[in-house]
Structure formats: structure tokens, C-alpha cells
């Protein structure tokens, strides 16, 4: 299975991916914006995080999608679809992407695509997503998307790499909300593609 947009396809993680995604998640800011990403970031680590993401996926248990971009044939950033309860209809939602591909609407385009898929084809009615308070970046597409702030847990998170104790924004997207909120959001992603 996968999800095609203009620029993008995001498809399932193949073993041999393991170098963008070293590349990608070995950057020392991915590591300092996400609970579990290691730095540094090595060859073992990718490997290992591929082997468990195929398993969960064959499983049905989770999606992490790895992001390609067409044009230049590279893995840019993941995308998951976690946590997935079929009986609650519910999912937790979390991504990065590779700082040289970061600010041109990559991870919007992206997010288009997997709601789309968590909405429609898995029949979900609400998507969670959880976002250190200080990640200024991650906070803005949430809502940028249409998630709405529901709570925040204070000092609830150790980060893995500097121990720091971190704030926790909690944020909810419910189907009905993101049918009402997609066209505006593909207008505006059109623009920018457009722009470039």
C-alpha cells in the first residue's frame, strides 16, 4: 500500500531506506524535538527502528510511512499512524522530516495524505497527537492542520538525549473536523507548491 500526492508517496519502509533515514533522524535537532529518537544517530538504530516498523505494519498494529520525495527519489521524513484502536476509532499521529527539506509543505503534504488514509480508509474518527510545548515548529502544524490543543501534561516527558523535563501539549483531530478544514488546506498547500 501506498499514498501518492503532487510531490510525494509515502509507502511503506523497505530495509534499504536505512541510510535517509540515518540521515534524516541523525541530525541533533530531530533528536532534541522527538521523545525516543537517539543521537547519535547510527546505522544499527535505523535498522533496528525498519525491522520493528515492518513487523508492526504487517500486523496492522501501526503505520510508519516513510515520506519519498519524487523528485529526487529520497526519503525526507516518516509519518505513523500508532497506537491504532479499532473498538475507540482512534490513532496517534507523529512525524518528522529531514532539516533540508523542512519550511516547503512537505509535512503538510504529508499529513493531507495520511489523515486522508487514517479518515477514510480505516474508518477512524479521531486522531491524537502529543508535542513537546517548547517544539514551536510542530506546535504550528498541528493547528496549522486543524488539531485543537486539548490539555497539557506539565513536566511530563524526559527527553532520551538531554534528560530534560518537558511539557506535554496534548492535541485532537475529529473526522468531522478535518472534513470541514481539508479544502482551505489544499488551497493553501496549492499556493505554495505553486510558489516554488
Known sequence: MRLETKRLILRKPRMSDWKDIMEGAGDLNIS???LTIPHPYKKSHAIKWLKESIKKWDSKKAYAFLIELKEERKIIGTIGL?????DSRTAETGSWINKKYQKKGYITEAKIAANNFAFNKLKLRKLNSSVFSDNKASNNVQR??????????????ITSLTKEIKDENLYGLFKEDWKKKLPKLKKKLNKKIKQK
Open 144 to 157: 496549522k492542520v486543524g488539531y485543537k490543543l486539548e490539555g497539557i501534561r506539565k513536566k511530563h516527558l
Open 82 to 86: 500508532m497506537h491504532i484502536n479499532l
Open 32 to 34: 532534541r524535538r522527538t
